[in-house]
């Protein structure tokens, strides 16, 4: 059950790095050389894509390291997975505050609509995105280094 359990949370945690690895370093930087129409309506649709499955992705994470953690308490191990989860919480918390803010009005905008500084709100939602990458990898490492 504990392999089960290790493999499962491991392979769910690295894919959801690999797809926030892949927005921050090559999909973002391929819409920001479409046309601005191109790019601001290729994220809007990205946010309302992927803003719809990563909150159960995420908390899923979450509860998935925290049951890997409940699991093999006591062994050595324990602590890298806690930290794992810590750091994954970390996350949630990043997007809840600051990212689904922008994200949610983004989302919704279209050439039509959008307000002058849209370009510096996604600008500000990649550099918190950076952020997030980074504690996810060091969530992911952890996890690996734990199994």
């Known amino acids: 059950m504990t392999s089960t359990l290790e493999v499962v949370t491991i392979v769910v945690v690295g894919i959801l790095v690999g ?5 921050a370093f090559i999909v973002n930087r391929i819409l920001s050389a479409l046309p601005e129409d191109s ?10 894509m992927l803003g719809a499955l990563m909150p159960f992705w995420y908390v899923g994470s979450v509860a998935l390291s925290v049951a890997w953690a409940i699991a093999t308490w006591g062994r050595s191990s324990t602590g ?10 970390v996350s949630v918390v990043m997007s809840i505050v600051l990212l689904v803010p922008i994200n949610n009005r983004g989302k919704a905008w279209t050439p ?14 990649d550099r918190y ?3 997030r990458v980074a504690v996810l990898i060091a969530a992911f490492a952890l996890l690996a280094a734990a199994a």
Do not use: C
Request: aromatic share 10%; glycine share 8%.
């Open 19 to 23: 797809v926030e690895f892949s927005v």
């Open 39 to 48: 790019n601001q309506l290729g994220r809007a649709h990205g946010g309302r």
């Open 80 to 89: 890298l997975i806690l930290a794992a989860a810590a750091l994954l919480l």
């Open 112 to 125: 039509e609509n959008r307000p002058a500084d849209w370009k510096e709100q996604m600008q500000r939602w």
């Open 129 to 131: 995105h950076y952020v």
